[in-house]
């Protein structure tokens, strides 16, 4: 049986997809190199709405063995 993993939940005061985008993206790209990071499973949500999270990536398999590329998932707006 595997270890629990533990989920960091760090609020900003962006008020914006974009800006929250853009920070994702940014930490990804300085933090990236840090194999505890899962930024695959990287989500987004409003501060009124947690429970409803939008995946900033998608893992998406390549060709060849462990092989993986991010992409941007493009947003979905609920009403």
């Known amino acids: 049986m595997s270890a629990s993993r533990w989920v ?12 929250a985008t853009a920070l994702a993206v940014a930490l990804r790209d300085s933090l990236g190199h840090l194999t505890v990071i899962d930024f695959g499973e990287t989500t987004l949500s409003e501060e009124d709405h947690q429970s409803r999270r939008t995946r900033v990536w998608c893992d998406t398999p ?4 462990g092989a993986a590329r991010i992409e941007m998932i493009t947003r979905v707006l609920a009403s």
């Open 62 to 65: 390549l060709d060849g063995p």
């Open 8 to 19: 960091i939940h760090l609020p900003t005061t962006l008020t914006s997809f974009d800006e």
